[in-house]
């Protein structure tokens, strides 16, 4: 494999009619790395995936995938990368163990009886190998369609979404797998809305209208956000929250129980407003770090003024 | 408890709805005003129960002022366009189990001697009766002008001959049908009629799935060749469409008592072209369409041309220029003489090359078209 980034692109643009679902993206993802692909619905992380996997042809840009070519060698990508789709996108009409022996044989796998083998045992599968994909829960068919990605043992693994709808359980144990993958050399792309998933990744972007906003680690991106935050909290939290939105500073408010978290990056606007409340017998107040939710928030809103 | 009353407001959001849905559809839309005006102009002006201008050949061993003025009395009714003009019968029989003409009309020697000696001379009129519908009003025809065809020649001592039943014994021939039995032309041609209708629905309809299940995204993210795709999704259906064949073959023997003269082996062959080509059709059609839906409305229209302007129901040779033009360029056209050829004429390699080509071409037209607008991407 040629350079250190397995994923290289550069000013990556599609368009559908009037809409530029991703403008001018560039991204570089390391080898190794679980990288976190974020943004608000419709801001373009699938459309971003499929043209990585040669699966919808940029209108503008360029860029390598494992060294490859993005606009010419797509076939050379697709043998070497495992992507998992959005919607479930197995056959329904076959079982569990048909699926899987499809998808081995389309990728010439030496033998394919055994490896459908291990995967259904992997998954916990096997007793159920003849049941229809169609017939599974939700969370099963992700889990079956995570299987069946890295199945031909890819050194890329482009997810969308892998975990919407599975349960708190599987979906650790899924994140488990993950970085232990990573740590044998294979590099994960996984998009995804949940912080604490976000949290997991090495390295984040976010995407927000088609348009890369921020990329870096976790703590990168909330220092480069500029946000202070504090939380309140007491009993007169609900009373101050409606009034607290219209407040020099405050970008944010978001409530998390009985708790609420306020943001914004004029530090010195923010504490003036903290410190009227100051001396309320039901409220407490302390600065905290500003969450990814927070940086990712301010991020959107910020993109919206600048529109 | 209060009974669910029917309400003009959501009956009219439900129309509302679905005027919009249709709108949506443009193919849907399309097929609605397309197929009725396909029918009306093949019905109206391509299809014609009393078809005119066959194609007839001529044997004309004896050329006289007679055979002349009787070949010039059959041009007339209209019915016949003679195509070939030859002296020996022989030089016209290949023309005759192609398909190529479906008359021979034979003048014999002697046939001015005998006619002035009041002999009655015999005109032998050979007639593919494969399709008896497509026959029946071209022979009503020559019986009828056959005995005063000659009438404005017989002057003089001739004057007599003019005297029923003529001066001319007209010998009808139906070769290949003899009993002029219908079946005998639809019961073969039903094979191509089903494989078309079928295997270009099933193909048409195998991509379009795929796209609204949504599989087909994770089928084009694999390293599959548009080739291996397309090939795969037809072989299955050469099987069935083989086991359709079998059944129809073993139905027309049964049932039908239709005989099958010709080699069964040239019959495989001819099918297994037959069948690429519908479904390399079908296939085609899959790349344009996006739902089942829409897929099975392309199917139907192509259907609809197939099975009236190919000679299935009404006779070929009867429709006007243009609509043999069509006729010619669908695959049902050139399959149907095939069949009938090698089941009711026993015709040989040497006799249906003339319609296995046709189909080579369009198999090679249309395959070209797929594997062109066949992409492996979403856009
Ligand atoms: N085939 C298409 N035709 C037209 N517009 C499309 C098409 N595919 C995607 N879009 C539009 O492109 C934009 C980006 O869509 P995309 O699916 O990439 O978003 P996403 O970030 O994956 O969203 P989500 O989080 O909801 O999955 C959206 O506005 C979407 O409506
Ligand atoms: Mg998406």
Not at chain 1, 120 to 138: I, V
């Amino acid at each position: 494999m040629t350079g250190e980034f397995v994923i290289d692109i550069r000013n990556l643009t599609k368009r559908f009619g009037e809409l530029v679902a991703v403008d001018h993206v560039a991204l570089k993802v390391r080898r190794g790395e679980v990288f976190g692909f974020l943004g608000p619905n419709g801001s373009g992380k699938t459309t971003t995936i499929r043209m990585i996997c040669g699966l919808l042809t940029p209108d503008e840009g360029e860029g390598t995938c494992l060294g490859y070519d993005v606009l010419t060698q797509s076939a050379e990508i697709q043998r070497r990368i495992g992507y998992m789709t959005q919607k479930f996108s197995l056959y329904e009409d076959l079982s569990i163990q048909e699926n899987l022996l499809f998808i081995a044989r389309m990728y010439q796998m030496k033998d394919p009886a055994a490896l459908v083998e291990d995967t259904l045992d992997r998954l916990a599968l096997t007793a159920r190998r003849r049941q229809l994909a169609g017939n599974l829960s939700g969370g099963w068919k992700q889990r079956l369609a995570l299987g069946a990605c890295m199945l031909h043992e890819p050194d890329l693994l482009l997810l969308d979404e892998p975990t919407a709808g599975v349960d708190p359980k599987a979906r650790r144990d899924f994140w488990d797998q993950i970085h232990l993958l990573a740590t044998s050399g294979i590099t994960v792309l996984v998009s995804t809305h949940y912080m604490d998933e976000a949290e997991r990744c090495h390295r984040l972007a976010y995407l927000a209208n088609g348009r890369l906003l921020a990329t870096g680690t976790g703590p990168e991106l909330i220092e480069q956000s500029g946000l202070a935050t504090w939380r309140l909290a007491g009993s007169g939290v609900e009373a101050v929250s409606d009034q607290l939105k219209a407040m020099p500073g405050v970008e944010t408010v978001t409530a998390f129980g009985t708790r609420l978290h306020i943001s914004g990056a004029d530090h010195a606007a923010l504490e003036k407003t903290i410190a009227s409340l100051r001396g309320r017998a039901d409220l407490t107040m302390e600065q905290v770090q500003p969450g990814l939710e927070d940086v990712f928030i301010h991020f959107l809103s910020d993109a919206k003024e600048a529109a | 408890m209060a009974r669910p009353r029917f309400s003009l407001t959501r009956l009219a959001g439900m129309i509302r709805k679905e005027f919009i849905q249709l709108q949506r559809d443009r193919l849907t839309f399309a097929m609605l005003i397309g197929i009725p005006m396909m029918q009306l102009i093949l019905f109206g002006y391509a299809i014609n129960a009393d078809p005119k201008y066959l194609p007839a050949a001529i044997v004309q061993a004896d050329d006289s002022e007679f055979s002349r003025s009787y070949l010039q009395a059959l041009e007339n009714t209209g019915y016949f366009n003679f195509i070939a003009r030859v002296e020996r019968r022989e030089e016209v029989e290949h023309m005759f189990t192609a398909g190529e003409v479906l008359f021979v009309i034979t003048i014999p020697e002697d046939f001015s001697r005998s006619l002035v000696r009041g002999e009655r001379p015999a005109i032998l009129l050979e007639v593919d009766a494969t399709d008896p519908i497509a026959i029946g009003p071209a022979i009503a025809a020559v019986q009828t002008v056959t005995p005063a065809a000659l009438n404005r020649d017989m002057e003089g001592v001739l004057q007599d001959l003019k005297a029923q039943p003529g001066p001319i014994d007209l010998r009808i021939h139906r070769r290949y049908n003899p009993e002029n039995i219908t079946q005998y032309n639809t019961v073969p041609g039903l094979i191509g009629v089903i494989l078309t209708l079928t295997l270009v629905m099933v193909t048409a309809i195998a991509l379009a799935r795929e796209r609204e299940r949504g599989t087909l995204e994770y089928l084009y993210s694999m390293p599959l060749l548009p080739v291996e795709v397309m090939i795969g999704k037809i072989t299955p259906f050469i099987v069935g469409a083989y086991i359709q064949v079998t059944i129809v073959l073993i139905a027309a023997r049964v049932l039908f008592h239709v005989p099958i003269l010709g080699s069964l082996w040239l019959l495989s062959l001819a099918l297994i072209l037959f069948i690429i080509v519908n479904l390399a059709i079908g296939f085609t059609l899959s790349t344009i369409v996006k739902t089942q839906l829409q897929a099975s409305q392309m199917a139907t229209f192509f259907f609809l041309p197939s099975i009236l302007l190919s000679g299935f129901v009404f006779p070929f040779k009867g429709m006007p220029v243009w609509a043999q033009f069509i006729g010619e360029a669908l695959p049902l056209t050139h399959f149907l003489r095939i069949v009938r050829g090698i089941m009711l004429k026993d015709a040989a390699a040497a006799d249906i090359w003339p319609h296995i080509w046709p189909l080579m071409v369009i198999l090679l037209v249309v395959s070209t078209v797929a594997l062109k607008r066949y992409r492996a991407t979403l856009d």
